[in-house]
C-alpha cells in the first residue's frame, strides 16, 4: 500500500455537511460527484496532503444508507492507494481478508476500487484504491 489516498464519512446531507467541513478546513471542497452504482453523491475536500470524502445516500436502500441508520454519521471507510488493484487484492485474500467485490469497479474520483469486509479488519471497512488508466 503506498498511503492513505482519503477518509470517508458517511452523512445525512451534503449540502449542510459541505458547509460544515468548509468552516472547519477554511475552504470549499474541490468536486462534487455522483456515483451511480454506489447510490451516493460525493464531495471532495483536500486537507495538506489528505482527502477527506464526504458520502451522501441518494436511495434509502444504499450502503451509505443503512450504515447511517445503523451507526448513524461519522467515519465510513478509510481507502489506501494501492500501485496494482487486483494483485494486492488477490494477497489480501490469500491472507485470509474477506473481499467484497472480487473485480475492481469504478469509485469516485477516477479512481478502480475494491473493498475489504470489515469483519475481517477489525470493524473498518478497508477501500483500496488505483487511479483509473493505471489497470484495465
Not at 102 to 115: L, M
Request: aromatic content about 8%; some cysteine.
Amino acid at each position: 500500500m503506498l498511503k492513505i489516498e482519503h477518509i470517508g464519512i458517511a452523512v445525512k446531507n451534503l449540502k449542510d455537511s459541505n458547509g460544515l467541513f468548509e468552516k472547519l478546513f477554511g475552504q470549499a471542497h474541490y468536486k462534487v460527484e455522483s456515483v451511480e452504482s454506489e447510490h451516493v453523491n460525493t464531495s471532495f475536500f483536500k486537507v495538506g496532503e489528505n482527502k477527506i470524502e464526504l458520502l451522501e445516500a441518494t436511495d434509502k436502500d444504499s450502503p451509505i444508507a443503512k450504515f447511517i441508520e445503523k451507526k448513524g454519521e461519522g467515519i465510513h471507510h478509510i481507502a489506501f492507494e494501492v500501485e496494482d488493484i487486483e494483485k494486492e487484492s488477490k494477497r489480501l485474500e490469500k491472507e485470509g481478508f474477506t473481499i467484497l467485490n472480487k473485480k475492481p469497479k469504478k469509485g469516485a474520483d477516477n479512481k478502480w476500487v475494491v473493498f475489504l469486509h470489515p469483519k475481517s479488519t477489525n470493524g473498518v471497512l478497508i477501500e483500496l484504491c488505483q487511479e483509473i488508466g493505471d489497470c484495465d
